[in-house]
């Protein structure tokens, strides 16, 4: 892809405005949410994991952080970012079927009614899914959208559809990669872990290689708030150092504001971007390097 301008998130893709259901779901009951057994949206949602279970492997982790690494590709702000979302329905979600900027919006404003003084972490609502133009830059949704999980290791349990989609997985067959700790060691610390390639991890090394003026807190949300088998299932804790226990509950409270205010209605962007600009302003102003 060229290296400038954000037309080329465009290139391969047919703009379209999408005409937003009434799947939202205002009053949905908690334990109705992240049903992988059935809905009128799974087998979209189980052919995304089903691709992305095959091939996840080791190898392609590489591959992609080095591919993407150098950001060179192109030059944006983040909130020119943030309206190409307006393009991007996550085709892993079993929730929801409107476009991914009105979620980013719902999570923002959700942390900042209920942590109104801590506007780092409202700014980390806004941004935590902008790695998903990832989808627009002609990327897979398997390897943009869903939950994460540690590859190079055996797959645990709480993996979503552990039991039925890694069979074909390349790395299933080697057992370098199929014992409890594989390729780590007890305790290396997440940061030593290679995760499944997604736009957690993309955003995760945009905010690292700009220099997001934002605490420690926020980067561990935005590369771990997909880690589903982490923070809510309680595996690979054997992995974990003590900063990543200590960092945990920090990605427990955004995952109530990331999952639950799905079905809250949805925002008015319009009405809202002043306030966010202000925080992009102060966090990670001007075009950044994607």
Same mark, same amino acid.
């Given at each position: 892809?060229?290296?400038?301008?954000?037309?080329?998130?465009?290139?391969?893709?047919?703009?379209?405005?999408?005409?937003?259901?009434?799947?939202?779901?205002?009053?949905?009951?908690?334990?109705?949410?992240?049903?992988?057994?059935?809905?009128?949206?799974?087998?979209?949602?189980?052919?995304?994991?089903?691709?992305?279970?095959?091939?996840?492997? $080791?190898?392609?982790?590489?591959?992609?952080?080095?591919?993407?690494?150098?950001?060179?590709?192109?030059?944006?702000? *983040?909130?020119?970012?943030?309206?190409?979302?307006?393009?991007?329905?996550?085709?892993?979600?079993?929730?929801?079927?409107?476009?991914?900027?009105?979620?980013?919006?719902?999570?923002?404003?959700? *942390?900042?009614?209920?942590?109104?003084?801590?506007?780092?972490?409202?700014?980390?609502?806004?941004?935590?899914?902008?790695?998903?133009?990832?989808?627009?830059?002609?990327?897979?949704?398997?390897?943009?959208?869903?939950?994460?999980?540690?590859?190079?290791?055996?797959?645990?349990?709480?993996? $979503?559809?552990?039991?039925?989609?890694?069979?074909?997985?390349?790395?299933?067959?080697?057992?370098?990669?199929?014992?409890?700790?594989? *390729?780590?060691?007890?305790?290396?610390?997440?940061?030593? $872990?290679?995760?499944?390639?997604?736009?957690?991890?993309?955003?995760?090394?945009?905010?690292?290689?700009?220099?997001?003026?934002?605490?420690?807190?926020?980067?561990? $949300?935005?590369?771990?708030?997909?880690?589903?088998?982490?923070?809510?299932?309680?595996?690979?804790?054997?992995?974990?150092?003590?900063?990543?226990?200590?960092?945990?509950?920090?990605?427990?409270?955004?995952?109530?504001?990331?999952?639950?205010?799905?079905?809250?209605?949805?925002?008015?962007?319009?009405?809202?971007?002043?306030?966010?600009?202000?925080?992009?302003?102060?966090?990670?102003?001007?075009?950044?390097?994607?």
């Amino acid at each position: 892809m060229a290296a400038t301008g954000r037309s080329t998130f465009h290139r391969d893709l047919t703009l379209r405005r999408f005409t937003v259901q009434a799947s939202v779901g205002n009053g949905k009951a908690k334990e109705a949410f992240r049903n992988f057994q059935d809905g009128p949206l799974m087998e979209r949602v189980y052919n995304t994991y089903l691709r992305m279970h095959t091939n996840q492997t $080791v190898d392609f982790v590489r591959k992609k952080i080095k591919e993407y690494g150098a950001f060179s590709r192109h030059r944006m702000t *983040i909130m020119e970012a943030l309206d190409l979302l307006d393009n991007v329905v996550d085709e892993s979600d079993p929730d929801i079927d409107v476009p991914n900027s009105y979620h980013a919006y719902q999570t923002a404003e959700g *942390i900042r009614k209920a942590h109104p003084d801590t506007d780092w972490f409202h700014l980390v609502g806004l941004i935590h899914d902008i790695g998903k133009i990832l989808a627009l830059a002609g990327e897979p949704q398997w390897a943009v959208v869903g939950d994460t999980f540690p590859v190079g290791c055996k797959v645990q349990e709480s993996v $979503v559809l552990w039991d039925s989609t890694f069979h074909n997985n390349p790395d299933a067959k080697n057992p370098l990669y199929n014992t409890k700790y594989g *390729i780590y060691q007890p305790n290396c610390g997440l940061e030593n $872990v290679l995760m499944s390639w997604g736009h957690d991890e993309y955003m995760y090394q945009v905010m690292k290689y700009n220099k997001f003026a934002l605490p420690q807190e926020a980067y561990y $949300v935005i590369r771990f708030h997909s880690f589903y088998p982490w923070h809510t299932g309680g595996d690979y804790m054997h992995l974990c150092s003590e900063e990543d226990l200590k960092m945990l509950p920090w990605v427990k409270e955004f995952n109530k504001f990331d999952l639950y205010t799905k079905g809250d209605g949805l925002p008015e962007p319009k009405e809202l971007k002043p306030y966010y600009q202000s925080l992009v302003d102060k966090y990670c102003p001007g075009q950044l390097c994607w």
